[in-house]
């Protein structure tokens, strides 16, 4: 499947800049691009790459001014990266057709409804009572437990567990692994010195248009509900913690702990591995860096690094400080070495 810059240009609204009869079959990093490949500049620390990319096409910026020639056909676009999204979106769906149909041996309960363009893979288990929506999409392995809800247009991937209860938003994509409702971490210390379980008897609930990625898991409440909020895009191996909440299109990368009943806000940036502790607030538009820790209540619009995490400007200041250490202690060795020769 071919496409030229011009047929790119007038599919996103971009302009083209250069051969407009180049065509192209595949995608590639800049880098590492081929005649046939398309491309894609966002990140200026890339941009020496372009002058010497074999791509047959290169998405830039609408104000990219090259320094030098450019081999490779330019097509002008407000937003590189969302551009190329959605042209790789398009054309997954043309290379990959969706299946529907229920394939043996799957179980799905008496009495459940599969409506148009549902898919039960094989050895994939719904539960009595749960509800799914159009053109989902259950791939082998996966359980979806008696009373769950799934909107319409969402993916369960295989060896997903969707405990009994919960819901799924529409247009939710849960990649291979995930363990939405499980038990929560509670157990209350007894005389004895042993523990005993409190039950878990909340849910969790994921609103429309999120994606939870590989072996991440999200334990249900033990009352009420763990919520995460529309448009929340959670990476592989995050534990989300009973009670907790994430709110609106909040991205957060892999092995980030989120401690039970901490409120982290909506359009949030999260490093990997970043710990919350307990029962805090995390503020809206909040930019979090790589292994933090997050100990108390952060502020909305907050730019935080390091554990305790501090401000993104005290925690370079201190990275610098920490740096001449070693030569801060041989001049102090030297002069007091010189103050006991005079002596």
């Known amino acids: 499947m071919e496409f030229t810059a011009r047929q790119i240009a007038a599919l996103v609204g971009g302009k083209v800049d250069g051969n407009p009869d180049v065509a192209v079959s595949s995608f590639a990093k800049i880098e590492e691009a081929t005649p046939g490949d398309l491309t894609f500049l966002a990140n200026p620390k890339y941009t020496h790459y372009i002058y010497n990319t074999k791509a047959g096409i290169v998405l830039v910026r609408e104000d990219f001014e090259p320094t030098e020639s450019v081999g490779a056909t330019m097509i002008r676009v407000s937003d590189p990266y969302a ?21 043996q041996p799957s179980y799905v309960a008496e009495g459940v409804k599969l409506p148009e363009g549902v898919y039960i893979g094989a050895f994939a288990y719904v539960g009595s009572g749960a509800v799914l929506g159009r053109n989902v999409k259950i791939y082998p392995q996966a359980y979806v437990g008696p009373g769950v809800t799934v909107g319409d247009d969402s993916i369960i991937y295989p060896g997903v567990k969707i405990y009994q209860g919960c819901r799924i938003g529409r247009r939710c994509i849960l990649q291979a692994g995930a363990v939405i409702g499980s038990d929560g971490f509670g157990f209350a ?16 609930e994921l609103e429309d248009d999120v994606e939870v990625g590989a072996n991440t898991t999200i334990d249900r409440a033990t009352m009420g509900r763990t919520l995460i909020r529309r448009g929340t895009k959670l990476d592989n191996l995050i534990q989300a913690a009973h009670n907790s909440t994430v709110g609106e299109h909040t991205v957060i990368a892999a092995q980030t702990g989120i401690a039970g009943s901490t409120s982290i806000g909506s359009h949030c940036m999260i490093g990997g591995q970043v710990g919350f502790a307990g029962h805090i607030r995390v503020g809206d538009r909040v930019s979090i860096g790589a292994q933090s820790g997050i100990p108390n209540n952060v502020p909305d619009g907050a730019r935080l690094m390091g554990y305790p995490a501090v401000s993104d400007r005290d925690f370079a200041r201190h990275t610098v400080y920490i740096k001449r250490l070693a030569d801060l202690f041989s001049r102090v060795d030297r002069i007091e070495k010189s103050n006991k020769s005079e002596k």
């Open 83 to 103: 551009v190329l999204s959605v042209l790789m979106e398009n054309v997954s769906m043309a290379l990959n057709p969706q299946p529907s149909g229920v394939e």
């Open 189 to 204: 210390p007894m005389p004895d010195g042993s523990y005993n379980k409190i039950p878990q008897m909340g849910i969790v």
